[in-house]
């Protein structure tokens, strides 16, 4: 089990690498599989793990919270295909303090009108507001939340 250090609220780099560290949660991962080896390899599926928040994805949560690394230029994933027991399941990713992407081809750093890709129908969208996590982390987050 690798534990490593939290950052909090570190500010997305606005820089032209094309890799870029972001915070995600993956929802409705069950507690049990909230470990560091688990955090490794999802943190692999999108680039690297940064930091495993196990604060942040104790059983009460309703994710597992990672900062993972993640190649701008490709399109955000938008969940992971685990397996739990002898089913492969599919568990929702959200990003935290997601800046502006793509809702046509969901990659960061234009819109949808700016796209070059082929603009798929509103309706057959694969990307948008919901990729963001709903509830913005505060940076006067309690600590002991139960
Ligand atoms: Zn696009």
């Given amino acids: 089990m690798v534990l490593k250090p939290v950052e909090r ?9 094309s ?10 991962l069950p507690p049990k599989m909230r470990t560091g080896r688990m955090a490794e390899k999802i943190g692999a ?12 994805s104790e059983p009460w949560s309703t994710y597992m919270r990672l900062r993972v690394s993640f190649n701008v230029t490709k399109p955000l994933r938008r ?9 492969n399941i599919w568990y929702k990713v959200v ?12 990659i960061l750093g234009h819109l ?10 509103e309706e057959e969208m694969q990307y948008g507001n919901w990729l963001r996590a709903t ?9 002991n939340r139960v």
């Fill in 95 to 106: 990003y935290e303090k997601l800046p502006n992407f793509c809702y046509n081809c969901g």
């Fill in 135 to 143: 509830s913005p982390v505060k940076k006067t987050r309690p600590k």
């Fill in 9 to 17: 609220d570190k500010e997305i780099a606005e820089t032209d690498f």
């Fill in 45 to 56: 599926m999108f680039g690297s793990l940064r930091v495993f928040d196990a604060e942040g």
């Fill in 19 to 28: 890799e870029t560290d972001i915070w995600v949660q993956i929802r409705k």
């Fill in 112 to 121: 949808r009108k700016n796209c070059k890709e082929e603009i798929v129908l």
């Fill in 79 to 87: 969940g992971v295909l685990l397996a739990n027991g002898k089913e």
